[in-house]
């Protein structure tokens, strides 16, 4: 089904072991693919034309703070591609341990559209002595033109994209009590959730203001993504789940991985499912929800290289034909595809 069919450099360093570190959006009417990646304090932004199946040209953010005289490097924590309704093209979201910055992914420059430090975002949070955790941005998503950052608290920041280059800040969403581990939103349906490192799931109202209900997992949650009002969990042990936004039930549960999940991608238009590891293994599945046909997760795909320990894998288009896998300390990003098998006449 998919074969391996090239292996695209970094500019320089390699891949960081960070979950999530692969983040991608596709533009369907202009046949563009943007992919992001966090290499040490550097964001790499690749693009290519799908159509045309043109290399990958790339660009570098280097994330850096002025400290006094000197310069201090940031530790960046997420990464994410988002496009908000009220623009042309996706902008790049850099969550770090202390500031979360916003560049546009078409006209890449070091200085940010917009900035906000985690400790002005973060203002009402007082830590608690002695149990507090060092402060970190942990999944990116959009809804509309709301841009949703995850920390280490347990809120949600709020930026709100009101044009191509004007941003502003809204109230945090306040609903988790512990550290966010990822939030996904399906474009389609407009539905939003969230996931905690406690295992709890905040489904969010349209738009996202409200909690229109909650699933508690039991799950060490390290992922999830959203397809056809189900949410798709990757949990710290390798288990994989399936729950129904509309009645919060648990559908299906597989035991896909040895190692924990590092992501969890979806193909809307062919309903394939994508999910990775540390054990080095990648699955592609695609979900049937349609009656009258049983609810089935049914397998289509899968490679291994145990040496490897993929911190992302993400399909490039919407059809789900074509991926890209990151591995922890890789230079390259490992290109997948569907290739057509021509027939053989019958002698």
Same mark, same amino acid.
């Given at each position: 089904?998919?074969?391996?069919?090239?292996?695209?450099?970094?500019?320089?360093?390699? &891949?960081?072991?960070?979950?999530?570190?692969? *983040?991608?959006?596709?533009?369907?009417?202009?046949?563009?693919?943007?992919?992001?990646? +966090?290499?040490?304090?550097?964001?790499?932004?690749? $693009?290519?034309?799908?159509?045309?199946?043109?290399?990958?040209?790339?660009?570098?953010?280097?994330?850096? @703070?002025?400290?006094?005289?000197? @310069?201090?490097?940031?530790?960046?924590?997420?990464?994410?591609?988002?496009?908000?309704? *009220?623009?042309?093209?996706?902008?790049?979201?850099?969550?770090?341990?202390?500031?979360?910055?916003?560049?546009? *992914?078409?006209? =890449?420059?070091?200085?940010?559209?917009? $900035?906000?430090?985690?400790?002005?975002?973060?203002?009402?949070?007082?830590?608690?002595? #002695?149990?507090?955790? #060092?402060?970190?941005?942990?999944?990116?998503?959009?809804?509309?033109?709301?841009?949703?950052?995850?920390?280490?608290?347990? @809120?949600?920041?709020?930026?709100?994209?009101?044009?191509? $280059?004007?941003?502003?800040?809204?109230?945090?969403?306040?609903?988790?009590?512990?550290?966010?581990?990822?939030?996904?939103?399906?474009?389609?349906?407009?539905?939003?959730?969230?996931?905690?490192?406690?295992?709890?799931?905040? +489904?969010?109202?349209?738009?996202?203001?409200?909690?229109?209900?909650?699933?508690?997992?039991?799950?060490? +949650?390290?992922? /999830?993504?959203?397809?056809?009002?189900?949410?798709? =969990?990757?949990?710290?042990? #390798?288990?994989?789940?399936?729950?129904?936004?509309?009645?919060?039930?648990?559908?299906?549960?597989?035991?896909?991985?040895?190692?924990?999940?590092?992501?969890?991608?979806?193909?809307? @238009?062919?309903?394939? &499912?994508?999910?990775?590891?540390?054990?080095?293994?990648? +699955?592609? $599945?695609?979900?049937?929800?349609?009656?009258?046909?049983?609810?089935?997760?049914?397998?289509?795909?899968?490679?291994?290289?145990?040496?490897?320990?993929?911190?992302?894998?993400?399909?490039?288009?919407?059809? #789900?034909?074509?991926?890209? /896998?990151?591995?922890?300390?890789?230079?390259?990003?490992?290109?997948?595809?569907?290739?057509?098998?021509?027939?053989?006449?019958?002698?």
């Amino acid at each position: 089904m998919f074969e391996k069919v090239k292996e695209v450099a970094l500019p320089q360093g390699t &891949v960081s072991p960070w979950p999530s570190n692969l *983040a991608v959006c596709w533009l369907d009417t202009r046949n563009i693919t943007y992919v992001a990646v +966090i290499q040490s304090n550097n964001i790499h932004i690749g $693009s290519w034309d799908n159509k045309a199946e043109t290399e990958v040209t790339w660009e570098t953010i280097q994330t850096s @703070e002025p400290v006094s005289i000197t @310069e201090k490097i940031i530790d960046v924590t997420s990464v994410g591609l988002v496009h908000p309704n *009220a623009r042309n093209f996706p902008i790049v979201i850099v969550g770090s341990t202390r500031f979360i910055h916003v560049y546009d *992914a078409k006209k =890449v420059t070091q200085k940010p559209l917009f $900035s906000i430090a985690l400790g002005v975002a973060l203002r009402d949070y007082v830590p608690a002595v #002695g149990k507090d955790v #060092g402060p970190y941005c942990r999944g990116v998503t959009c809804n509309d033109n709301a841009v949703l950052v995850g920390t280490h608290t347990g @809120e949600i920041v709020v930026i709100m994209c009101n044009g191509d $280059s004007n941003f502003s800040s809204r109230k945090n969403l306040k609903e988790h009590r512990c550290a966010i581990t990822d939030i996904a939103t399906c474009r389609y349906d407009e539905i939003t959730v969230s996931a905690d490192s406690n295992g709890e799931l905040i +489904i969010w109202q349209k738009p996202v203001k409200g909690v229109n209900s909650r699933v508690i997992t039991k799950q060490h +949650i390290n992922v /999830i993504n959203v397809l056809r009002k189900q949410v798709i =969990v990757g949990t710290l042990r #390798g288990i994989v789940q399936y729950y129904s936004v509309t009645t919060g039930d648990l559908m299906c549960e597989i035991n896909a991985h040895s190692r924990p999940v590092n992501s969890v991608s979806v193909a809307p @238009e062919s309903a394939y &499912v994508l999910t990775s590891s540390e054990d080095g293994t990648f +699955i592609v $599945s695609k979900l049937h929800t349609r009656k009258p046909h049983a609810y089935q997760v049914e397998y289509r795909f899968s490679d291994s290289d145990p040496s490897n320990v993929i911190m992302g894998a993400q399909f490039t288009n919407g059809r #789900g034909s074509a991926i890209a /896998i990151a591995a922890f300390d890789s230079n390259v990003l490992v290109m997948y595809k569907i290739i057509k098998k021509t027939a053989v006449p019958a002698t």
